[in-house]
């Protein structure tokens, strides 16, 4: 089954740096790859999406880029803020494989100093 | 506020006991999916529904089952429950198949 790796386990960086979080994963059938922050207490919220047809997406200070021959993709936050601090999780699926099930990696702890 | 809402928020028990935990998803949701949380583990699929019917099961113990109701809430049931259930459970919610799934904000269990 699909197996996704996630590093660093944690990162830190001084406001207004940027982070970078990689992942790999192993079912080379994946096509779906979601970004989830989850903060203290709260359920992991979708930050930014891709899908297996383009090769990278931005939305405002997030990026994501994927290379499906190397099977790994990547969360790019810019201009880091004190409030991107939490825990943020890779996943991948094969919506079209029969089962929509996410499998996610372990998480990145970010810590962005003021 | 994702729009899932789930019950309890905490909830404390005994070994062996059985628990139900529930989760209303997104208006307009008919796919709906636990995850377990754990230190160990990380998250973890567990298994998903689709208006009223099992879609898919990931690692789901037999001491555990779930089902939707015809207004598309789901319930997660624990039974003989031992200390290593312990973790957060999350509720996630998609409009249909291979779409976005939007977390609830998750039930604590913790087993003494």
């Known amino acids: 089954g699909e197996n996704v790796e996630q590093h660093p386990s944690t990162l830190s960086v001084q406001e207004g740096d940027s982070a970078v979080i990689k992942c790999t994963y192993s079912d080379s059938a994946s096509n779906y790859f979601p970004w989830y922050k989850q903060e203290l207490g709260k359920g992991p919220q979708l930050i930014i999406d891709?899908?297996?047809?383009?090769g990278e997406k931005k939305d405002q200070r997030i990026a994501v880029t994927l290379n499906k021959t190397a099977k790994h993709f990547s969360l790019h936050i810019t201009e880091t803020q004190p409030e991107d601090s939490a825990v943020y999780f890779c996943a991948a699926s094969n919506p079209q494989g029969g089962s929509e099930k996410l499998v996610f990696g372990k998480g990145t702890k970010l810590t962005v100093n003021p | 506020d994702s729009g899932v809402t789930q019950t309890p928020k905490h909830l404390i028990t005994a070994t062996g006991q059985r628990v139900t935990l529930r989760c209303s998803p997104r208006s307009g949701d008919l796919s709906v999916y636990w995850y377990q949380q754990s230190l160990d583990q990380g998250l973890q699929f567990l298994i998903q529904y689709y208006n009223g019917e099992e879609r898919a099961k990931g690692n789901i113990l037999e001491r555990f089952s779930a089902q939707q109701f015809p207004d598309l809430h789901s319930e997660l049931n624990l039974s003989s429950l031992e200390l290593g259930d312990s973790a957060l459970y999350f509720c996630?919610?998609?409009?249909?198949?291979?779409?976005?799934?939007?977390f609830g904000p998750g039930t604590r269990l913790l087993v003494l």
């Open positions: 891709i899908r297996s047809n383009v």
């Open positions: 996630a919610s998609s409009v249909g198949s291979g779409e976005t799934q939007y």
